[in-house]
């Protein structure tokens, strides 16, 4: 059932007739009081979740800017303090390619999942 606010206009016995918006014009104005339930205007301490934004995992500070992952280009393997790393080219979203990084698997945000969508793309491409 549709909730809809309406202002009262008067209360007849156990019925209330109401002010219709003009959308609703062809319903009859009178409900039975049973079906009614009152109307209070909610403060912002009573739900304080509401008020908070929400900031994506997979945001990265790239040049002052924020940046989404978009999605992982290629890989490549650097030698650093005598050990073998691998590294990622990242492709961030609304960003030119200059603006394309170098990271390491753990500095990828939500990189398990970009990784998995790179690796299962990669395969598709070798099985084609």
């Given at each position: 059932?549709?909730?809809?606010?309406?202002?009262?206009?008067?209360?007849?016995?156990?019925?209330?007739?109401?002010?219709?918006?003009?959308?609703?014009?062809?319903?009859?104005?009178?409900?039975?009081?049973?079906?009614?339930?009152?109307?209070?205007?909610?403060g912002e301490n009573k739900f304080p979740s509401r008020n908070?934004?929400?900031?994506?995992?997979?945001?990265?500070?790239?040049?002052?800017?924020?940046?989404?992952?978009?999605?992982?280009?290629?890989?490549?393997?650097?030698?650093?303090?005598?050990?073998?790393?691998?590294?990622?080219?990242?492709?961030?979203?609304?960003?030119?390619?200059?603006?394309?990084?170098?990271?390491?698997?753990?500095?990828?945000?939500?990189?398990?999942?970009?990784?998995?969508?790179?690796?299962?793309?990669?395969?598709?491409?070798?099985?084609?």
């Amino acid at each position: 059932m549709t909730k809809h606010t309406w202002n009262q206009t008067s209360k007849k016995g156990n019925k209330l007739e109401v002010r219709l918006t003009e959308e609703f014009s062809r319903n009859h104005p009178l409900f039975p009081v049973s079906l009614v339930n009152p109307y209070f205007l909610t403060g912002e301490n009573k739900f304080p979740s509401r008020n908070k934004t929400y900031t994506p995992q997979n945001i990265l500070e790239v040049e002052d800017s924020l940046a989404l992952v978009r999605k992982i280009i290629k890989p490549r393997k650097i030698r650093l303090n005598g050990k073998d790393n691998r590294q990622y080219l990242v492709r961030f979203k609304n960003q030119t390619a200059d603006k394309h990084k170098w990271l390491a698997e753990d500095a990828i945000p939500d990189g398990n999942l970009h990784l998995r969508r790179f690796r299962d793309s990669r395969r598709a491409e070798k099985s084609h």
